[in-house]
């Protein structure tokens, strides 16, 4: 069974060391709290990314990231010492706070602009024109692992209203104007385009 995450982080994490170029990278992350949860072949989402834990020692996560995955994802433009979004798989039987999230990147997005807003913050963000039409008002938007509600759309992305929390719990009180970000959306927009596609066809 694929693993499923929710969106809600759990650790921030710190990258410890990145190796390797295009041919693929091996990420270390140092995640205490996750890392006690977890087994050497465990998933684990850094950054809205699942990942395959191939080593955890001492706090600290190993991963592998091949090609293809770097292709989709920002994860290679990390730096050593920045921080990451942490999120282990859901368990059976564990409560799903945010939605469904599988952790198979969609696209990369550019932040437009992080401007406070009242206690909390509007992050901006522009989106590759082929996810648009999987993203409404109101509906579940994936941002670097984060489970997050689109505040409003416009013709090149959408916005989020980010409360306090999201800001100190996550990377995304960070992020700065044209700064890439990870992107997954709701999965079952897409399954409904699939369907009523397959149903039209006939």
Known sequence: MAAVFTGIIRELGRVASLNGESAGIRLRVVAPVTASLTAAGDSVSVNGVCLTAVDVEGGVLAFDAVPETLRRSSLSRLTEGGSVNVEPAVRVGEPLGGHLVQGHVDGVG???QLEPEGEGARLTVE????????????????????????????PDGFEIALVPHTLQATTLGSLAPDDEVNLEVDVLAKYVERLLGARNAT
């Open 110 to 112: 550019r932040v437009l």
């Open 127 to 154: 989106a590759p024109q082929e996810l648009l039409r999987y993203i409404v008002e109101k509906g579940s938007i994936t941002v670097e692992g984060v489970s997050l509600t689109v505040a409003a759309l416009a």
